[in-house]
């Protein structure tokens, strides 16, 4: 079974700065990595995702995250941020190995960013 | 447009009954999903679906009932034995269900409240 860790549950920045909002995995098989953003009283939206290949993965809005195999990590970085960054962050794993159809998402208890003037 | 919508957006019930969340989606996905939001918890999955008239229990089924007679449709009833029913609830499809790399996408979301 995989297990997902964001251990800041809120991170304040302000405006312009560069910002990490960590995670963690644990799994004891290959696993695809994902961060979804949530505005308030919204639903989930894909971020940006970990499936195969290049390590680094980067958004449309300017961020990315490096697949980290050897230290189990998934860290989401911006190096420059923006109010309308400020949201809840989820970095969420699956199983990339199995083979029954379904592959249950597992998130994270999430990271809210506070974006600062 | 193509999506995943949820009604209503916010849904208040009294201690005792039973009410039923609306999902719905136009992306022509093989499957459905069921999650509770509580704050500083995260998104725990009820249940899920992969094809018309199937589905399962996630994690935290109990008090908890789904539908899936259509492909585009995937209700979830929070019945009166769900005994913390309070959260915000996210329905997410995918697609075709077969393939590990599918990405989930989420609808709106249903805050239920009960008093």
């Known amino acids: 079974a995989q297990s997902v860790t964001q251990l800041d549950s809120q991170v304040p920045v302000f405006e312009e700065a560069p910002v990490e909002l960590r995670c963690n995995y644990s799994?004891?098989?290959?696993?695809?990595l994902f961060w979804y953003v949530q505005y308030p009283n919204q639903g989930l939206q894909l971020l940006l995702k970990?499936?195969?290949?290049?390590?680094l993965v980067e958004s449309i809005n300017g961020f990315e995250a490096e697949f980290n195999k050897s230290q189990t990590s998934f860290h989401l970085r911006k190096p420059s941020v923006h109010i309308s960054d400020t949201a809840e962050y989820f970095c969420?794993?699956?199983?990339?190995?199995?083979?029954?159809?379904?592959?249950?998402?597992?998130f994270g208890t999430g990271t809210r960013l506070l974006v600062s003037p | 447009d193509g999506g995943i919508t949820q009604s209503p957006k916010y849904l208040f019930r009294k201690e005792g009954q039973n009410v039923t969340l609306s999902c719905e989606q136009n992306l022509n996905h093989d499957a459905m999903y069921w999650y509770r939001q509580d704050p500083g918890q995260g998104l725990r999955l009820i249940y899920y679906s992969q094809i018309v008239n199937d589905f399962q229990k996630g994690d935290i089924a109990e008090g908890y009932s789904v539908s899936r007679e259509k492909k585009e449709s995937f209700p979830l009833t929070v019945t009166s034995a769900q005994k913390n029913p309070t959260a915000f609830y996210l329905c997410?499809?995918?697609?075709?269900?077969?393939?590990?790399?599918?990405?989930?996408?989420f609808g709106p979301g249903t805050r239920l409240t009960v008093l």
């Open positions: 799994s004891s098989v290959s696993v695809y």
């Open positions: 969420a794993v699956s199983d990339a190995a199995g083979n029954t159809g379904f592959q249950k998402l597992v």
């Open positions: 997410a499809s995918s697609s075709p269900g077969l393939v590990t790399t599918d990405t989930q996408y």
């Open positions: 970990y499936l195969s290949g290049s390590t």
